[in-house]
């Protein structure tokens, strides 16, 4: 497991999903579906679990997701608590290049984080305006900086849906507890295709491997559960 301190940061739990030969998309402007619906399913189950989803700017821009929990059953279970429908949105940006009309800023009552480059903060706050809060995480961006942030929100559980870099980015950098890793069963066969973490130096290799907590069948994909750190939640 990893060293990393974790007094002041929320449980963070990665999530995504891949084809056999490790691609995230390919490289058509479709969006490729690689999870079933009864994947999608447990997915949005485990953000009805989570204080908030983060996701990376570039994720913003290219998938435009809602990031909501989608279940009748689930947000009222969440309202029945005392929580918001769904978690809070969370995003990260180095040059606040973000569309205010991205869905991520218009559907739904739920708050809105940015964590942004200190060199971009003004233009960020000027294109988002009141739509979410941006807050300086640094040049280059602190995650760690920005998890503690979060902590002092009252964040608890953190799902991180990508894309690769910041997937890549919480990894290497030994702040994610849990990974859920989906494999799709065909392959994408094309380099230009973005995979799901590119090169680094990351705390787990082939003389210190991860734990596998679980391996699961759901339809036609598999879905891996990795403990991460000593923090993972083994049930």
Known sequence: MTGQATARRPYVLLSCATSIDGYIDDATDERLMLSNDADLDRVDEVRASCDAILVGAGTVRRDDPRLLVRCDRRRADRIARGLPESPIRVTVTGCGDL?????????????????CASAACE????????????????????????????????VRRLLVEGGALVHGQFLTAGLADELHLVVAPFFVGDRRAPRFVGDGRFPWHSARRAQVVEARQIGDVVLTRYALSERCELT
């Open 99 to 115: 569309d205010p009309a991205a869905r991520f800023f218009t559907v739904g009552d739920t708050e809105r984080i940015v964590y």
């Open 123 to 154: 233009k960020t706050r000027h294109r988002v305006g009141e739509r979410a809060t941006v807050v300086d995480a640094g040049d280059p961006i602190d995650l760690a900086r920005a998890l503690a942030d979060l902590a002092d929100r009252g």
